[in-house]
């Protein structure tokens, strides 16, 4: 590794009710920016996200009970665990970008013990809200 590397760690996470267990390899979290999206789905889920390549993500339980949600261009599947509905990450493998599918987003609030280190981390506020698209309308209910 050379010098201009960050020493890498190895992240444990889980949802809330343990049945998906995973880990990610990372730098130091708090030397990351992480992003804070304000689109429909980041804010409803609580989203704060990192984007390890996928390589850097194993799965040790729970990877084929996540179950999937989708809008929009129907490429950006978020998963989620079936049994608690913790938003664990947003799979990226059928985006239109080639870079975007070498990476996976990751909800760092699945992260073990984030609470002790949320205050010292620095985020990338990401409007999605405006510049994402198409934009998100729930059907059927009335838009004011």
Same mark, same amino acid.
């Given at each position: ?22 880990t ?14 304000n ?6 889920? %609580?989203?704060? &996200?990192? #984007?390890? /390549? ?6 040790? =339980?729970? *990877?084929?009970?996540? +179950?999937?949600?989708?809008? %929009?261009?129907? &490429?950006k #599947?978020? /998963? ?6 913790? =938003?664990? *990450?947003?799979?990226? +493998? ?51």
């Amino acid at each position: 590794m050379s010098t201009s590397e960050a020493p890498v760690i190895t992240y444990k996470a889980n949802c809330h009710c343990g049945r998906t267990r995973f880990t990610v390899d990372l730098a130091d979290i708090r030397s990351l920016k992480v992003t804070r999206c304000n689109c429909s789905i980041c804010t409803r889920n %609580g989203y704060l &996200l990192v #984007y390890p /390549r996928v390589e850097d993500v194993k799965f040790e =339980s729970g *990877l084929d009970e996540l +179950s999937s949600y989708c809008f %929009g261009k129907s &490429l950006k #599947y978020h /998963r989620f665990c079936s049994k608690c509905g913790t =938003s664990v *990450l947003i799979d990226f +493998s059928k985006s239109d970008w080639d870079l975007e599918r070498e990476v996976v987003a990751i909800n760092i609030r699945t992260f073990r013990d984030i609470e002790d280190v949320l205050g010292e981390l620095t985020f990338r506020d990401v409007d999605g809200k405006n510049k994402l698209g198409p934009p998100y309308h729930l059907i059927g209910l009335p838009d004011n």
